[in-house]
Nanobody, 125 residues
Framework: QVQLVESGGGLVQAGGSLRLSCGASGRTFSNYAMGWFRQAPGKEREFVAGISWSGDSTYYTDSVKGRFTISTDNAKNTMYLRMNSLKPEDTAVYYC??????????????????WGQGTQVTVSS
């Protein structure tokens, strides 16, 4: 089983940037679809970005297109989410997730099997 650990969250002003990291231990995530989700207080968890197992295909929810970039570094067994032009509505706990092998990207949380514990991102206005 793979353990996923997110890092890089924090407090940032609107318009600022953050880079989230998702490290994997136990097993690698190379050859697996990966994704980022977020959950704001009182709201359902929602999809943010996904990347295919090969890394050559990505998928974003409309609200983050052009501002967020998902990427993976298989040599470091790490996935990233670069977030630019942050808005207060981006405030949430961000989770990374691992999906199926040789597949993706996926936009549905039910296509992901392993999840991290989350990292808080707070954007002040």
């Amino acid at each position: 089983q793979v353990q996923l650990v997110e890092s890089g969250g924090g407090l940032v002003q609107a318009g600022g940037s953050l880079r989230l990291s998702c490290g994997a231990s136990g097993r690698t995530f190379s050859n697996y679809a990966m994704g980022w989700f977020r959950q704001a207080p009182g709201k359902e968890r929602e999809f943010v970005a996904g990347i295919s197992w090969s890394g050559d295909s990505t998928y974003y929810t409309d609200s983050v297109k052009g501002r967020f970039t998902i990427s993976t570094d298989n040599a470091k067994n790490t996935m990233y989410l670069r977030m630019n032009s942050l808005k207060p509505e981006d405030t949430a706990v961000y989770y990374c997730a691992r999906g199926g092998k040789y597949s993706g990207p996926y936009g549905n949380q039910y296509d992901y099997d392993d999840w991290g514990q989350g990292t808080q991102v707070t954007v002040s206005s």
